[in-house]
Nanobody, 124 residues
Framework: QVQLVESGGGSVQAGGSLRLSCAAS????????MGWFRQAPGKEREGVAA????????YYADSVKGRFTISQDNAKNTVYLQMNSLKPEDTAMYYC?????????????????WGQGTQVTVSS
């Protein structure tokens, strides 16, 4: 089992920044990809960013490219999502997730481990 705990959400004004953290524990060697997803009320869960923990390759949704950065600290088993130039449309519950299987990083069905989520609210 892998346990994921997110932190760092909050409320900011448009243009502001937040950094989300996801601390992983348990059998983390059983996973090779960490992702951040978000879900706004009435919308489907969408992939925001992902990092393949072995090689460090990163991927981003078009809507956040150039504004968000995903990174990892292997010593701390922690993945971060630095979010800059936040927009009201970034408002959502943000979830950290982990997977081992292949397939698209955008597909939440492929991720077997999830955190409890952290709320991000951006006001205009």
């Amino acid at each position: 089992q892998v346990q994921l705990v997110e932190s760092g959400g909050g409320s900011v004004q448009a243009g502001g920044s937040l950094r989300l953290s996801c601390a992983a524990s348990g059998y983390t060697y059983s996973t090779n990809c960490m992702g951040w997803f978000r879900q706004a009320p009435g919308k489907e869960r969408e992939g925001v960013a992902a990092i393949y923990t072995g090689g460090g390759s990163t991927y981003y949704a078009d809507s956040v490219k150039g504004r968000f950065t995903i990174s990892q600290d292997n010593a701390k088993n922690t993945v971060y999502l630095q979010m800059n130039s936040l927009k009201p449309e970034d408002t959502a519950m943000y979830y950290c997730a982990a997977k081992k299987v292949g397939g698209s990083w955008r597909d939440p069905v492929l991720f077997g481990y999830w955190g409890q989520g952290t709320q991000v609210t951006v006001s205009s």
